[in-house]
């Protein structure tokens, strides 16, 4: 038996509201992220170069950003991050994978799974088995999460114009 663990979420909405509700998230996140990005562009006028090239710092701190993304080691930022979502019958449940660990509102209830260890003591021997079916089901016919629900990028790559374009105009500020 393989081990499983699904550290989840369950949503009791409908998946256009879903999807309002993770783009909320993703702002949220970039605007904690834009004061650990300002420190670092102060940091680095100080010391750059050329510290009146606004697109020379602003590139400079994208490709550390980038680098940060490609290290497994813990970043200033943390660069990536993916929620799967997975429709079965009449629920949403979501997955967070990979780097940036965001707390999910108070309208995402805990529906988190494992067999490696027991349940813990606030659920339900009922509740822990319906929660090992409903995973059972979502993996039933694939077990890559891509491949099993919709993905939705949190925190990546399509991120980094908004940073830098934000860089250029903290620089103009």
């Known amino acids: 038996m393989s081990t ?3 550290n989840a979420c369950k949503y009791e909405g409908d998946l256009v509201s879903l999807l309002s509700e993770l783009k909320k998230l993703r702002t949220s996140y970039l ?3 834009k004061p650990k990005i300002s420190k670092l562009a102060k940091e680095m006028k100080k010391t750059h170069q050329t510290p009146d090239d606004k697109f020379q710092i602003a590139r400079d701190i994208m490709k550390l950003i980038k680098e940060a993304g490609e290290s497994l ?8 991050s993916d929620v799967v979502i997975y ?3 009449n629920h949403l449940f ?3 994978f990979f780097g940036a660990t965001i707390t999910p509102p108070s309208i995402f209830e805990d529906f988190h799974y494992q067999n490696s ?5 606030n659920v339900s021997d009922g509740e822990w088995d319906y929660r090992k079916a409903k995973w059972d089901e979502v993996f039933k016919d694939d077990s890559i999460p891509a491949n099993a629900g919709l993905s939705f ?4 790559e399509n991120q980094h114009f ?4 934000y860089l250029i105009n903290l620089a103009d500020s």
């Not at 080691?73 to 990536?80: A, M, N, Q, R």
């Open 94 to 96: 979501l997955v967070q």
């Open 117 to 121: 260890s027991d349940q813990p003591s």
């Open 153 to 156: 990028q949190i925190f990546g």
């Open 73 to 80: 080691e813990k970043s200033f930022i943390d660069v990536s």
């Open 87 to 89: 429709p079965i019958h």
């Open 4 to 6: 499983k663990i699904y």
């Open 31 to 33: 605007e904690e992220v």
């Open 162 to 165: 908004k940073i830098f374009h």
